[in-house]
């Protein structure tokens, strides 16, 4: 019988370029024993969601640090409910306390701003659903 | 310090007594054995000793007249300056910029009115990376970490009524824009009735580090080299004596102190010998060089930047045969944001406050500090205000300016000044052995040693054992909510709306015209400037120029960067 | 076959017309070795097409995933269709993983004629794990005119590529110790192509020189010279050569009979290697259970019987044998297939 593991897939939607704190976060999810795919910087929604879809993951992460969080994932949260895709979205970086709520309103599963502890989102990938 | 080796060795028996007869004592009493105590984390942990003497000095071979020597002489360890005027310690900068530059504006005559010396423009991300602010790309993000600015026009609202040589001196990050950013301010300079020797600019201008760690760049990192040089050439040939280029470190702190200098360096290196492949002479451009120093707590903060210094001086002197003692005292710049955090963000104001102190202790030239708030959005203006008090108090009210170079000679310092010099040196001579900067950073080399570096840190933070005050101690479930900025979400359809009403007004010919000299000259060897500067008077848009350096070198593609 | 079975029937039917969200989900059910695999692979091997398989393996670092990525842009160039496996190790300490080849393939996130899927080694001990040799059947299934295998390639060169791929593309670096590499790890055995990629930087010459020696020194077939090629692959450089390449080396396969001959016994290895694999598993559920093994592994334990005597003692009985075959046959009959 084959082992069944997560399969997180992190992005960076927008323009903003700092990538080390996302690529720490990849290897602490594999230290965590997930399978994690890191999508790159730049990337539109829809690059995102098709990457996540073809690769059948059970989550995906978004890591924003430049503001246009309230641009993007809402995007990103369209895109999937239009295609009635149920692939649970959680997200990280510089989100004010306001936002973190509106967003939550808008369907992400829950929010990570920076200097929240890793293993808070570690533990809420683990209860996710095969 | 007495040579005198039967001083040294009495010391020496002295020192051996005292930890036995005193320190093991005390020791025992603080409880079972005690772990070796370390400042700094990972591959880069210093041990400290229990205490620090001339047999340290002794250690590192300490020659006072060769290591440190006087302030404004060679190796200029301890200042660029032979003094300084204690009412002048450095210069207080404020990096600022946000919405569209009306709004922008505003806030610069208010931080000029609080006692900003020099207005740093931040932009904002897609001006960074030269879309103007109605490509598909922009969405989202104009005017958010930054002012949108795609125009002459822009910098005329930008700087109304702030002439450029009403403040010390003015600066943007300009990296990958390089040359637009240098056509901005002399142009602006021109309609401001200015010539380009009445005020000083400073552009960051480090494309390497773009690819190294920022990733704002969008040609290939060759071209982009090109582009930031050709900056430092016309300003050398036009004999301007702005700041055209950075070799920076801050953003590469996650690597540790001694690497993020080497990359530094590394990335100066290259400059410098693109400059000199154009025939240009080292005491033509070094002075036109800074140097960017990176975020460290005290101690380690002031000696790796007294061994930067050392370091500057001897790679001019030896490696490129430079003369001018202005080529080998290097000018230090450097940005307060001492791991600030989201949670209880007053706290920041202390990190901030300690930061800048040690910054001013290392005697560096150009300070700018972050606000409390910025790790969470654009700076309120109380938060900004307060930014520039920390900074006029510790330059008005302390006692640091009065002294140059306070810790030369002190056992601790020198011997952590020595080491890091060691370990900076020896991560130099690995990306040397590479090949230099660039095939460093396209194997991946800089990039990894910051998520290394970085996964250890936050391992550190994650199981506690380095602490973060309101992260891993001493948290509060409730913070109480601090004033925020709350950007006008008006902001990008005004400016899609400037950029119609400027390519209406503006003579479109004329722009196409420059456009197309830009593309020529971009496909030969001659210095862009000129050409982009013709554009910029035309009211050629940066996208509209960044736009042809993409087509002529070719977009940057992110799969391919590490 | 019982209901699970229907379901997966279904999702190979609707992956069968493009339905890609279906081929998706097959791709995880066969990852994940659900008991509805066999189904699932006995439809895929009946709708196999003549798509092509490729193997690319090679040292880390030698920028095999920006070669794929490059490689793609010809299949595209071509108007037909492209599938990949790209396979990254798992850890063997917290058994996850960073599968970081897609990065470099990801411009073809939004191109219908592309599918991208990224693998992890989970456990299996070197070499192409079944789940990575069934996705790329899938793929093939699926209507990709070429399938790309892009394999670990740690330390040692994957040697298992040969039992999935009609054309094998070993990629090597110039970089210290390399070619001395080349030669322990089988690298003669396993390449139908050798690719030299970063040919930009100092010591590609060197290494090429070296290899086509070696090559020249031991020739391992009359009707195929391994031909060694230069890349930049960042740079598109050399890629169009190599493609045309592999096509040369189609023909020449398919003229030679050889491409048959190597299926067919890749087909052979594929049957033995399941039944193998399947036995182990099944045995690994049995030593959970089996009171028999359980009570000789005690004694074995205390020192009574030593290990060699035990096995043998425990194979040559009765209760052991029996018990397992029953049960196996039991399941295996379960989970079977029914043969039109």
Redesign the interface.
């Known amino acids: 019988m084959g082992e069944k593991k997560k399969k997180i897939l992190m992005a960076k939607l927008g323009l903003d370029g700092h990538d080390f704190g996302v690529k720490i976060l990849c290897q602490m999810f594999r230290n965590a024993g997930f399978e994690v795919i890191y999508t790159g910087q730049r990337q539109s929604p829809e690059q995102v969601i098709a990457a996540a879809i073809d690769e059948d993951v059970n989550v995906i992460g978004i890591s924003t640090l430049s503001g246009a969080h309230m641009h993007t994932i809402p995007r990103t949260v369209e895109i999937l409910k239009k295609y009635n895709l149920n692939i649970p979205i959680i997200a990280g970086g510089t989100i004010p306390p306001e936002d973190v709520q509106k967003l939550k309103e808008i369907g992400v599963a829950e929010i990570f701003p920076t200097g929240a502890d890793v293993n808070g989102a570690i533990e809420f990938i683990k209860k996710l659903p095969d | 310090m007495p040579k005198n080796s039967r001083w040294l060795k009495e010391l020496k028996e002295k020192k051996e007594k005292w930890e036995q007869t005193i320190l093991a004592p005390a020791l025992q009493k603080i409880g079972p054995k005690r772990e070796q105590k370390v400042i700094g984390i990972g591959h880069l942990e210093h041990p400290v000793k229990e205490i620090y003497t001339p047999l340290d000095l002794e250690e590192i071979g300490f020659d006072y007249l060769r290591d440190v020597g006087f302030p404004g002489e060679y190796p200029f360890v301890r200042g660029s300056e032979p003094t300084k005027d204690p009412s002048k310690p450095w210069l207080i900068r404020i990096y600022a910029g946000f919405g569209t530059p009306e709004e922008s504006n505003k806030r610069y005559k208010f931080l000029l009115e609080q006692g900003a010396e020099e207005i740093v423009v931040a932009a904002d991300l897609p001006t960074q990376i030269g879309y103007d602010p109605d490509h598909p790309m922009s969405a989202g993000e104009v005017g958010n970490v930054g002012v949108s600015l795609a125009s002459l026009k822009d910098m005329e609202i930008l700087f109304k009524g702030i002439p450029l040589n009403s403040m010390r001196r003015v600066g943007i990050l300009g990296n990958t824009i390089g040359p637009i950013a240098l056509a901005f301010f002399i142009a602006l300079g021109e309609k401001q009735g200015l010539s380009p020797n009445e005020y000083v600019v400073h552009i960051q201008n480090d494309s390497l580090k773009e690819y190294g760690a920022r990733n704002t760049q969008f040609i290939p990192i060759r071209d982009s080299v090109r582009l930031a040089t050709d900056v430092v050439q016309y300003c050398a040939e036009k004999r301007l004596d702005w700041n055209a280029i950075n070799a920076c470190a801050a953003h590469y702190q996650v690597a540790g102190c001694a690497a993020a200098h080497a990359f530094a360096f590394a990335s100066a290196i290259t400059y410098i010998d693109y400059l000199i492949e154009k025939g240009l002479h080292i005491d033509e451009f070094a002075h036109l060089f800074n140097l960017f120093t990176g975020g460290e707590p005290t101690f380690t903060g002031v000696a790796v930047i007294r061994a930067a210094r050392r370091i500057w001086a001897r790679l001019m002197k030896e490696r490129y045969g430079a003369k001018d003692p202005r080529s080998m005292a290097i000018k230090l710049t450097a940005y307060t944001v001492a791991e600030s955090t989201a949670q209880q963000p007053l706290n920041n104001i202390v990190r901030i406050a300690f930061g800048t102190q040690t910054y001013a202790l290392a005697g560096v030239d150009y300070i700018y500090n972050a606000s409390y708030d910025e790790g969470l959005a654009i700076p309120t203006e109380d938060a900004a205000m307060l930014s520039l008090r920390t900074q006029q108090i510790l330059a008005w009210e302390s006692e640091i300016p009065f002294v140059i170079d306070p810790f030369a000679g002190s056992y601790f310092v020198e011997s952590l000044t020595a080491k890091l010099e060691k370990e900076v040196l020896h991560y130099l001579s690995e990306i040397e052995e590479m090949g230099g900067a660039i095939e460093a950073i396209e194997r991946g080399y800089f990039q990894r040693k910051q998520v290394e570096q970085g996964l250890i840190k936050t391992i550190a933070i994650s199981t506690g054992e380095k602490p973060h005050i309101g992260v891993n101690k001493f948290k509060i479930n409730e913070s109480a909510p601090i004033p925020m900025f709350r950007q006008d979400v008006e902001v990008a359809r005004k400016r899609i709306e400037d950029i119609k009403a400027l390519k209406r007004e503006r003579d479109n010919d004329k722009v196409k015209q420059c456009l197309e000299n830009i593309r020529k000259v971009a496909a030969t060897n001659e210095n862009i400037v000129p050409s982009v500067l013709d554009a910029v008077r035309a009211y050629a848009t940066l996208g509209e120029i960044c736009d042809v350096w993409r087509d002529v070198f070719g977009s940057f593609e992110f799969s391919k960067n590490y | 076959m019982f209901d699970c079975g229907r379901e997966a029937v279904g999702l190979v039917n609707k992956m069968l017309a493009g339905d ?2 279906a081929l ?2 097959l ?2 059910i066969i ?4 008991p509805e695999s066999s189904h699932i692979m006995h439809m895929v091997q009946q709708n196999q097409t003549n798509g092509y398989y490729i193997g690319v393996t090679g040292s880390p670092g030698s920028g095999k995933s ?1 070669l794929v ?1 490059k490689i793609i842009l010809q299949i595209r160039s071509l108007g037909l269709k492209a599938g990949v496996i790209a396979v990254d190790p ?2 063997p ?8 080849d ?6 073809h ?2 191109d219908s004629g592309v ?4 693998l ?1 080694t ?2 299996s001990l070197g070499g192409l794990s079944r ?1 990575a040799k069934n996705s790329a059947r899938i793929l093939n299934a699926s209507g990709k005119d070429y399938c790309i295998i892009e394999t670990v390639g740690v330390g040692q060169i994957e040697i298992d590529i040969v039992d999935s791929a009609d054309t094998t593309i070993v990629v090597l670096m110039p970089e210290a110790g390399d070619s001395v590499q080349a030669i322990k790890a089988g690298i003669l055995e396993i390449a139908d192509i050798i690719v030299v990629n970063k040919a930009d930087i ?1 010591g590609s010459d060197r290494l090429i020189a070296d290899l086509q020696v070696m090559l020249q020194e031991n020739q391992r077939h009359s009707w195929w010279q391994i031909p060694v090629l230069a890349t930049q692959a ?1 740079k598109d450089i050399g890629v169009k050569e190599l493609f045309e390449k592999i096509e040369e080396h189609r023909r020449v396969l398919g003229e030679t009979g050889h491409l048959q001959t190597r299926r067919q016994e890749q087909r052979v290895t594929e049957f033995m290697e399941i039944i193998e694999q399947k036995i182990k ?1 099944f045995f690994k ?1 049995c030593k959970k259970e089996d009171t028999y093994l359980k009570k000789i592994t005690e004694k074995v334990k205390a020192g009574e019987l030593d290990p060699y005597s035990a096995a043998i003692e425990a194979l040559g009985s009765n209760d052991l044998f029996q018990n397992l075959l029953m049960k196996m046959r039991g399941e295996f009959k379960k989970e079977g297939v029914k043969h039109a």
């Open positions: 890609r969200r998706a989900q791709l995880t990852e994940n070795e659900k920006t990525d798992s850890s300490f917290s058994g996850g993983a960073i599968l970081g897609r990065i470099r393939m990801q411009n996130a939004l599918f991208i899927r990224s992890a989970r456990g789940a100092k960042t598993d559920e």
